[in-house]
Structure formats: structure tokens, C-alpha cells
């Protein structure tokens, strides 16, 4: 089975299109801080398809476009200043202000995107105030659309950055998966793999994972997003020699990364919630 | 092999005598605040193998004894005025005072024991200030100790509370092990134990792991602490059935219980010297 990542973000987004109008009934209308540094064309089609997803829903976007030349102190008083319901940093930023001292300066209440420590350690410890990083949690509403219950499953995620792998594993954990975390330095990668009711590849290399981690009736989640010899977009895995073998695997692109906007659109929506309940 | 959490102890205290002497020679002694609230049976000898501990080390203690009617306020309060190098907060507690919320008036670079919430977003992001729980570093301490390494080792963790087996998978991953984390809705436990390198059990059972778990050349390391029917103290694991089947294994007591105090004593006089780094 295809697992398809379009049908998961229409659903999610009719969902949270539901909220908009509720909201704007209330006379709110939630708002996105975008927020770029430098000119940067592999941000350009995130930061388009974000805005164009905004203008579905219903979410007033502020584009902050910053020189270069941005200093740490001038990104960090920008950050604080914000006042939109959300708040996402587009990356990658120039190397000198690409760090998470800076990205602290995001409120955990507008942290939409997941980035900061808060909503890690919210992640992590699930008290506080925070939003799971939209990749991972595209990764659990895909699961829940096909209703793949995870309480029992044996879960290997490959690649254990704070972007995706550990935040996953965190909440997949927290629905009782029994899950391994793997990386570079794992030995059997295969047999862990094969042993698995469900993979979830966040590694970045093309055709990464080697065919024998796969094994009839699994569910594979490849999201990994890179280019191959002939600049074409892949993911991790070698998609068309294992979708006849495996009971459901996501595509790239279509699969995991066309759900992730969907996700930030709905973290928006539930800031603006938050801030109308505040009062 | 007998994995002996006395000699791990040892080692440890001698290093953190000797950074109390260097410590003494600069006129500062590390001090410990150590707070109870109530009647604790349980405490008490916890409490005083700290005291004992703190004695051998050279560290101050600093003892809080609060009212079983202290309120939540009071409690922040207390905590939020402690001006000792550590501060552990001696459990259970009072079912009306046992709040995460509670512990984050302990400052994170006072929090020697590892509860706040700041300290397990620290151990998560591998950035920020805190101090990794005791329990769980003692596992590390040992592993390290009798020089075993983790990289590339399949390792399972039975148990996943924030106390123990949360950060100690996290800690291990950093140490580049492959860890499956366990639980109670965990489906084939013998299998993923016994394709395991190293077990860390920390469930609270007595004899809870199924002798099926085990194989040659395992290192198992019994984090649980209980009494069996005759009031005995002991652990997860059923020691005597499997101690000439591993390679090497931790008793109870004996064990991983032996080196926390240790464990803590190193925070505490790591907090002073950090204290005394800051000018």
C-alpha cells in the first residue's frame, strides 16, 4: 500500500481549517512569523509552499526578511520581538547564527516549528510548553490516518538527530512502541531492521538502507529527503525495488514531507486557540 | 564476573577527594542541602548514607527537615532560597508536594541529583545546564569502570522513567550504543534482550526478567531495588540463577545502588568548582 502523504495533509488541514473559521468567528485570525536570513534558494520552496498552505487556511503570514550580515544580538532582539501566534526560522541560516542559544530566544508558545530546547525537553519530559518538530509529528499523524496503532510494535528509527529521530522516538515511546534507535555506528543494522513492525528512515542519503532490512508486512516510513546522480528527489529508500515486498511504504516526494506544512499550519492554529483561551 | 559497585564507589570518591582537596586549598568547601519533608522511614537510610558520604568526602551538609504540612509555596520558596553548591530533595514525598512544577525552584546548576526538569532537557539536547540523575550515571560509571565500551553495542533498557531508563538511553546513545528501550507493553522481551549486549533492567520487580532473557557473553546490569517475600532486598533480576551464564552481571545490593551516592558526592563538588570557576 502507498502510503500517501497528500491525503494525510488534507485531512489535517480540513481539521485545522475547522479551528480557522471557529476562531474567526471569535475576530482572530492566527498569523505566522516567517522568518529568513540572506537569500537562500533551497529555503525558497519551503518558504513558498508555506505561505500558499497560510493562504488556504486562513493565516495572516509576516515575512521578516533579514541581510546576511545579521548579527546574533540583532537576530535574537528580532526573535524576541515577535509577536505573531507562531513563530519559524527558516533554515539553513548563515553558519554564524545557526545555533540553538539563538533559536532560544523563540518563545516555546510560538515555537510552531519545534526547534527550540523548550519544546525538545516538552518533547522529552512531556510537561512544560512546546510543538513536537513537524517532521516527526508528520511521521505519527501518517500512522494515525492508516490506523496503524503503535502500543506493541517493534519500531527501528535510523538517524538519531533532534530534528527527528530522538524527538520520534520520545513519542512514539509515549504510545507504548518499543523502539531502537539506530545510527551510523549501529552493528545488524539489517537484522534490527527486519525484526521491526515499523521503519522510520531519517538518514538523508540516497538508497541508504540496504534491501535485506525489509521484510514482508512492514510499514516504512522513508523520510529522508535528498537528490540523486540526476537531480531527482529521493529518499533513504529504493522505493520500487521493496513496494510490492513491504504492507506499506510513503513515497518521496508525497510521502512524509508533503504532510509537514500541514502540521505547522495546525501548531499556528493551536497557538492562536491558546492565546484566545488565555484571554 | 562480578560487576562490583563498591570498587566503582571507591574510584570515584578517590577522584572527588582529591577535587575536594584542591577545592580546600582555594578555601572552599562544597556543600550539600539536603531537604526532607515529613516522617520518612524510607529516606532515613538513604539520607544517612549521604551524611555518611559527605563526611568521608568533606562536603557540608546543610539538613532541612520541613513539616509533613508544608505547602506547595513554601516548598518553592525553601527551594528557591537554598544557596548551597547542591540541593537534593529526598523522596517519596508528600503526595501534595510531588510536582515536577515543585522541583524547578531548584536551580539546574544546583541540581545535583538530576530531577529538574532543565536538568533531563540538558541530558536530551546535550545542551543547557544541569546534571544527568544520579541512578542513571551510575550505570555509565560502572560500564566505564571495568572499561566497557558502548560504541556499536545493541543495549536494552527495561524500564522507562524519567529517572532512569529516558536518560540512560539518551546517555548511551551519546556513546554511540544501539538501545532498544523496554516496557511494560513490550512484545518479545526475551528476543530483543537476548540479541543484546548489554541488559540495564530497572523495573522494580523482584525477579522480574525471564531467565530467557540471557545468554553467554551478556553484561546485565539490575537497577531495581525491592524486597522479595521475605523482606530481603533485592533486584530485577534473579541473580543466582544466571551469575555462570553472563559475562558479567550487577548484584543487589551491592550494585548500581552503591555507586549513586558516590555519583552525587561528584556533582556536588563539581558544582563547587564550577561555583568557583564563576568567580
Not at 36 to 61: H, P
Not at 185 to 204: F, P, R, W, Y
Not at 228 to 239: A, L, M, R, S, T
Not at 247 to 276: D, Q, W
Request: proline share 5%; with cysteine.
Amino acid at each position: 500500500m502507498l502510503l500517501d502523504g497528500k491525503a494525510v495533509a488534507a485531512s489535517i488541514d480540513s481539521r485545522t481549517a475547522q479551528w480557522g473559521s471557529i476562531l474567526k468567528e471569535l475576530g482572530v485570525v492566527p498569523s505566522l512569523a516567517i522568518v529568513s536570513v540572506g537569500d537562500n534558494d533551497k529555503n525558497g520552496a519551503y518558504e513558498r509552499s508555506i505561505i500558499k498552505k497560510c493562504e488556504k487556511i486562513g493565516v495572516r503570514t509576516l515575512r521578516y526578511k533579514c541581510p546576511e550580515s545579521l548579527s546574533g544580538d540583532q537576530f535574537k532582539n528580532l526573535l524576541g520581538n515577535i509577536r505573531e501566534d507562531g513563530c519559524i526560522v527558516m533554515r539553513p541560516l548563515p553558519s554564524h547564527l545557526d545555533k540553538p542559544e539563538i533559536y532560544s530566544c523563540i518563545r516555546p508558545d510560538q515555537d510552531v516549528d519545534g526547534i527550540t530546547d523548550a519544546s525538545l525537553a516538552w518533547v522529552f519530559t512531556g510537561r512544560g510548553v512546546g510543538f513536537p518538530p513537524c517532521t516527526a509529528q508528520s511521521c505519527m499523524e501518517l500512522l494515525s490516518y492508516y490506523g496503524m496503532g503503535l502500543s506493541g510494535k517493534r519500531v527501528s528509527i535510523i538517524g538519531r538527530s533532534l530534528v527527528v529521530g530522538k524527538p520520534l522516538a520520545v513519542m512514539m515511546d509515549r504510545e507504548n512502541a518499543t523502539v531502537t534507535l539506530c545510527h551510523s555506528k549501529t552493528n545488524n543494522l539489517e537484522q534490527i531492521c527486519k525484526e521491526s513492525d515499523i521503519i522510520v528512515s531519517a538518514v538523508g542519503k540516497p538508497g541508504f538502507l540496504p534491501l535485506d532490512c525489509f521484510r514482508d508486512g512492514q510499514i516504512v516510513l522513508d523520510v529522508g529527503i535528498s537528490y540523486d546522480n540526476n537531480g531527482k528527489i529521493c529518499g533513504d529508500i529504493d522505493f520500487a525495488a521493496i513496494e510490492n515486498r513491504v504492507a506499506g511504504i510513503t513515497p518521496v516526494p508525497g510521502g512524509i514531507g508533503a504532510v509537514t506544512t500541514s502540521v505547522l499550519m495546525s501548531h499556528v492554529v493551536e497557538a492562536a486557540k491558546k492565546r484566545v483561551m488565555k484571554g
